[in-house]
């Protein structure tokens, strides 16, 4: 495997996805309190903080599956918060998306898993999608596994698997929900190098939750800390390791002592 490197990038380039004072509450637990955030296209920012402090709910407002209360969410240039249902679709058509159990159909074989956004949303011919998953799964290092089911693949194959139908369309963005979750250091580091050379050879936007200290300086070109519902902290992985911030030194160092309070 080559060594993983992440190459520099204009700072000049527009914002892919900006997230301007979001605010979001479950009753009356506040989660996002005036979010700040603007994500750079063509790179990958990786966004951390603390277990039930809003990442994934900072997900599923890039993604339209949750309104913000107020804010605005704007992708490639569009506020998503003020469409309707129909072309809010034709935004998610922007992305795709890699969940942490990388979400198969158990009925389907990995043809069929990789091949399912291509037959839902476009009205290529069968050799034609059956062509682009051959592709992507190559992308992905895979080859030859088509016809087996996900109860035959291992943790890191589905996760290519998951990898391969999240780029089959050739989205602008690719989320990835704690990528590395259960699984080994040595599958963990491979997902890691797969992360960078898919976001390098596609040129993709990518948002990446995780918890994994290892692989947010890995895979990211910019880390932002998410605590109390605000991004504390953003910056290259050279900043985030340098920053002085008590709530980030905490999280870094896995110490029970600090700002952030264990429950």
């Known amino acids: 495997m080559r060594k993983l490197t992440r190459n520099s990038q204009p700072a000049t380039r527009k914002y892919m996805i900006e997230l301007v004072e979001i605010n979001k509450s479950f009753g009356q637990q506040k989660v996002l309190n005036g979010l700040n955030l603007d994500i750079e296209d063509g790179q990958t920012t990786v966004i951390i903080g603390g277990s039930g402090g809003g990442k994934s709910v900072l997900l599923k407002h890039i993604i339209g599956l949750l309104r913000p209360d107020s804010g605005q969410v704007i992708v490639d240039g ?98 990835f929900d704690e990528p590395t979750t259960g699984l080994d250091p040595v599958m963990t580091e491979a997902i890691n190098e797969l992360i960078v050379e898919t976001q390098e050879r596609f040129d993709l936007t990518c948002v990446v939750i995780s918890h994994d200290v290892q692989s947010i300086f890995k895979v990211g070109h910019k880390i932002a800390m998410l605590y109390e519902g605000k991004i504390i902290k953003y ?17 870094l160092s896995g110490s029970l002592e600090g700002p952030i309070s264990v429950i």
């Not at 290259?236 to 709530?247: A, F, Y």
């Open 78 to 175: 569009v506020d998503v918060t003020s469409l309707d249902d129909r072309d809010l679709n034709e935004v998610r058509k922007k992305f795709g998306m890699l969940f942490q159990e990388a979400a198969l159909f158990d009925s389907m074989n990995v043809m069929e898993n990789v091949a399912f956004p291509l037959r839902e949303h476009t009205r290529k011919k069968d050799n034609e999608i059956k062509e682009i998953v051959r592709g992507r799964l190559k992308a992905v290092g895979l080859t030859g596994v088509e016809a087996k089911m996900p109860s035959e693949l291992s943790g890191g194959m589905r996760k290519r698997v998951g990898l391969a139908r999240a780029i089959a369309m050739h989205p602008q963005i690719v989320l």
């Open 235 to 251: 910056g290259t992985p050279d900043e985030i390791k340098m920053s002085s911030n008590p709530v980030l030194r905490q999280f």
